[in-house]
């Protein structure tokens, strides 16, 4: 019964010190960044219930509308990018646009 209890002790001190070292670990830790942003997102401007997506694509402004009444997704084929919008209100008054490039 003796040696049951310590190892029951043992293996809960073992597992105690392992989550320590490892959460130290995590705390010391550098992340490096390589490669560079070579053209920069979309701009959107709401006019007239249309959002007109203006994105750079190889040094060139393209652009696309799209009509927001009527939009739950929609591919940006100019930005390698989809759009998603979902509405907050039943009216489609209110909504939150998501742009996702790839």
């Known amino acids: 019964m003796k040696t049951l209890s310590l190892v029951k002790n043992t293996s809960g001190a073992l597992l105690l010190l392992s989550s ?7 705390n010391d830790g550098t992340i490096h960044f390589r490669g560079a942003i070579v053209e920069a997102g979309c701009q959107v401007e709401n006019r007239a219930h249309k ?19 009527q939009l739950t997704e929609a591919s940006l084929k100019q930005a390698n990018a989809s759009v998603r919008m979902k ?16």
């Not at 320590?20 to 995590?26: E, L």
């Open 20 to 26: 320590v070292v490892t959460a130290a670990a995590a």
């Open 51 to 69: 959002a007109i997506f203006s994105c750079f694509k190889d040094g060139k402004m393209q652009r696309q509308t799209l009509a927001l009444h």
């Open 87 to 102: 509405w907050l209100d039943a009216s489609r008054r209110l909504g939150v646009l998501q742009i996702t490039y790839q």
